[in-house]
C-alpha cells in the first residue's frame, strides 16, 4: 500500500485585514500544531490584503487532521472573521 502525504491549500477573504483577525487565526494554528504536529503557514494575497491563505504541509494522517482542524476552527470561532467559505484544496506530496 502507498501511503502519500498531502499539502494543504486553505484560502479565503476576512472582514477586516486587522490585528485581532489575525491573532485569532495564528493562535487557532498554534493550538492545531499540538494537536497535529502540523505546522501551518499564513499567507495574505499581495493585491488583496483581505485574501488570506492557509498552508499546512507533510499531513499523513488527513482524518485525524480534518477533524482536529474543524474542533479547532471551531473552538477559536473563526467563522467570525470571514466573508465567505473557507475553500480547502488538498495536494498529494511524495509517497512515504
Known amino acids: 500500500m502507498v501511503l502519500y502525504m498531502l499539502n494543504y491549500y486553505i484560502y479565503y477573504r476576512v ?3 486587522d490585528t485581532e483577525t489575525e ?13 497535529t504536529g502540523v505546522s501551518g ?10 485574501t488570506w491563505m492557509e ?3 507533510n ?3 488527513a482524518s485525524t487532521f480534518n477533524t ?3 474542533r479547532t476552527l471551531n473552538e477559536f470561532d ?7 467559505n473557507r475553500i ?3 495536494f498529494i506530496n511524495e509517497a512515504i
Not at 491573532?23 to 494537536?35: D, E, I, S, T
Not at 473563526?78 to 465567505?84: D, L, Q, R, S, V
Open 15 to 17: 472582514l477586516t485585514d
Open 88 to 90: 480547502t484544496e488538498c
Open 41 to 50: 503557514a499564513l499567507l495574505k494575497r499581495q493585491d488583496d490584503a483581505l
Open 78 to 84: 473563526i467563522a467570525m472573521f470571514i466573508n465567505g
Open 68 to 70: 482536529a482542524l474543524q
Open 55 to 57: 498552508i499546512y504541509t
Open 23 to 35: 491573532r485569532q487565526v495564528r493562535g487557532m494554528q498554534a493550538k492545531l500544531r499540538c494537536r
Open 59 to 61: 499531513v499523513v494522517d
